[in-house]
């Protein structure tokens, strides 16, 4: 297998896993159930999508991080002999992980990042806001102890 088409597949593989622990898996799975069917493979591989899924969940908090990789490589193995055994083509599984990678980066709380501005050169007297991309916003008010509200 060439460097490329291994590539893909532990993209994929990743993005798959990826997306097993995001709100987004209903479609994510739908989308690999329909490749899987296209290839011809075993009924039970989509069950295999779901146990992975499950012990994803479970080992969530306690060694997750392992259990992450164990799947992934479990899945980049299995796209891997896809490959190879001409089930499936690069263009195939490219076009999978093009539909993964669309889910995976719209997919809620999938790309939580904590910002802290600091604002310097004077004194502010009104809101001040620093815009890029804004979704999903939400606004926590502090107010100091013993000041009156609005």
Known sequence: MD?????LAASG????????VTDSWTH????????FSRIGADVDTVADLDSARARLLSAHAA????TADAVTCQWH??????????????????????SLQRLANTAPGTQ???VHNDISGGAQHG??????????LTLHVHHPAGSTQV
């Open 127 to 136: 809101p001040i806001i620093q815009s890029g991309r804004i979704t999903g």
């Open 13 to 20: 593989a990743t993005t798959l896993v990826s997306l097993m």
């Open 3 to 7: 460097s490329e088409l291994a590539t």
């Open 28 to 35: 994510a799975r739908e989308l690999v159930g329909r490749f």
């Open 63 to 66: 060694n997750g991080r392992q």
């Open 77 to 98: 193995a299995y796209l891997q002999h896809v490959l190879q055994a001409g089930s499936a083509t690069g263009d195939d599984l490219r076009d999978l992980l093009a």
């Open 112 to 114: 939580r990042v904590t």
